[in-house]
């Protein structure tokens, strides 16, 4: 264990959001902090934010008076940044600009001990850039932590080309003793969670932008089928569109155009338009008051069925024939069928595997629904599906009163490939398969970064295994066939596990 001791005194460098929680964070576990900012009012502000959340802590029985009071007492507010000169370990948590923080840095190598830790807290700035320009810029890592940095668990330790293993160990380790879930990432545009997140909204536009499903039925699915806790664009709102598109641009740009982060019209339009989202009052949303924000599009009820077959071994299935059978339908099992799914009179209707159902009402000869992924089918209370556009409306009618007779709400979409949830998991495990195949992180560090960074209901690859890497692998190329764009193109990390019959997490 090579974490600093609670006597070790920090430092952070800057009073706002991020550097106001850190503060906090380090000084609950016991360190003495020196908080500096250029603005003496920033530092009042930064001081009150910890004060408040105490506050709260001591009413809500979480603290006593006496551990608030010592929390406090451990902060001492600096004006200079030579006040600095005890910190084994500075945070920097300043304005998002390279010169300034390399200023900052060049300062703080006369000022401290030679063996102190320099850590940058930026979420888009290379740490072997901000690195470059010290005399010893092996003692530089970034000390990425998400906000509200006292309540979210992640701090990655962002590793730049020539940072010293040892001071990104002991980074690693204090984070660890503050409590933290730690993962390491080699300095790359987004690091982990920014850059594995971007098919959760780009495919989400992407779906929108094809007429797939309006707004609130992605949001609704995402929720209520997927288990997240916000919808793409609930979400979006809640960051800032304006936020969200430059996070967007600057991966997509720093990774020389990489199609698979290509921004969105629709995201350029909402920013041009002023709708940032809940701080304007407007997004995606609508939040001035008294406003009525449209509802996920949910089908009216249709006749239950009486008997299914159950075809296929996929185990994602049981918990639905189960479903049915505890709802009075009789549930016939056949494994000798290719297909994953149930059969209703003579309708397919079939988990997606990424093939729309006209492709598979044409291909098999039968009229074909599928329906979309859910983290959990028990607990899900809705779930999407979508027709061929050959397919009848009373074979559709049969999907509808099966998921219906199963106590589900269901959204009937556009014939998009992947539908909504599964394209979207599939998606996001494929980003997170090539991090790790670039050797940005290890599978465990993906996981546990999406998890613990964006409170993701399960980890994306131990997702994509439990659903079946086979599966992931055909929704990915069927939409990879179906578009023809590169942006589909499969993670090589998970090709070459589905051909070794290995996992990936
Ligand atoms: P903020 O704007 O709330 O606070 C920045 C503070 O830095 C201000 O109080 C400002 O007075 C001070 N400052 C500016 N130049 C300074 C200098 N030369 N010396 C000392 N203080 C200076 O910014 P926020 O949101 O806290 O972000 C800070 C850093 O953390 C950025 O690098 C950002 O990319 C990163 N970050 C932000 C997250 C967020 O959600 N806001 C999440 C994770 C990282």
């Not at 929680?21 to 910890?50: C, E, M, R």
């Amino acid at each position: 264990m090579t974490a600093l001791s609670s006597s070790d005194a920090i430092a952070v460098i800057g009073a706002g959001t991020m550097g106001a929680g850190i503060v906090q964070v380090a000084a609950t576990a016991g360190h003495p902090v020196y908080l500096f900012d250029t603005s003496a009012a920033a530092i009042d502000k930064g001081i009150a934010q910890i004060e408040k959340f105490l506050a709260r802590s001591v009413t809500k029985g979480r603290m006593d008076e006496a551990q608030r009071t010592a929390i406090l007492d451990r902060i001492t507010r600096c004006d200079k940044l030579e006040d600095l000169a005890p910190a084994k370990l500075v945070i920097e948590a300043i304005v998002e600009n390279i010169d300034i923080k390399r200023s900052v840095f060049g300062q703080l190598e006369d000022i401290l001990a030679k063996d102190a830790i320099l850590a940058s807290n930026t979420s888009s700035i290379s740490i072997t850039e901000i690195a470059a320009q010290l005399k010893r810029p092996e003692r530089m890592v970034g000390m990425h932590f998400f906000n509200p940095a006292p309540i979210m668990k992640l701090v990655e330790i962002v590793h730049g080309l020539v940072t010293d293993d040892q001071v990104a160990e002991t980074a690693f380790d204090t984070a660890v003793a503050w409590g933290k879930k730690v993962v390491h990432a080699k300095s790359t545009p987004g690091f982990i969670v920014n850059r594995v997140a971007r098919p959760f909204y780009s495919e989400a536009l992407r779906i929108l932008q094809e007429s797939g499903a309006d707004i609130p039925t992605i949001d609704s699915c995402i929720r209520e089928a997927g288990g997240f806790r916000m919808g793409p664009f609930e979400l979006m709102d809640l960051i800032g569109n304006d936020i969200n598109f430059s996070v967007t641009k600057s991966v997509y740009n720093a990774y020389y155009q990489e199609p698979r982060y290509r921004p969105n019209l629709i995201q350029q339009e909402q920013v041009a338009a002023g709708r940032f989202g809940r701080k304007s009052g407007r997004g995606y949303y609508d939040y001035s008051e008294g406003a009525e924000n449209p509802t996920a599009q949910t089908a009216d009820a249709a006749p239950a069925p009486t008997e299914i077959t159950l075809i296929g071994t996929n185990p994602l299935l049981v918990p639905l024939a189960e479903l049915a059978e505890k709802s009075g339908i009789t549930v016939t099992t056949d494994t000798t069928e290719d297909l994953s799914g149930f059969i209703i009179d003579d309708t397919l209707v079939l988990l997606t595997d990424g093939t729309p159902a006209s492709e598979l009402t044409t291909v098999i000869g039968r009229p074909a629904v599928v329906f979309d992924l859910a983290l959990d089918y028990t607990a899900a209370s809705r779930i999407a599906v979508a027709k061929g556009d050959q397919v009848s409306d009373a074979d559709l009618a049969k999907a509808v009163g099966f998921f219906q007779a199963l106590g589900k709400k269901v959204s009937v979409i556009d014939d998009c490939p992947g539908l909504i949830v599964m394209r979207i998991v599939a998606m996001l495990a494929n980003e997170g398969s090539d991090a790790v195949y670039q050797g940005v992180t290890t599978p465990q560090g993906v996981d546990i970064a999406m998890v613990n960074g964006l409170n993701y209901p399960k980890g994306p690859l131990q997702w994509a295994q439990d659903i079946g890497l086979e599966h992931i692998f055909a929704v990915l190329d069927a939409l990879s066939s179906f578009y023809g764009e590169d942006r589909y193109r499969t993670s090589p990390l998970l090709r070459r596990a589905v051909i070794a019959g290995k996992d990936l997490v």
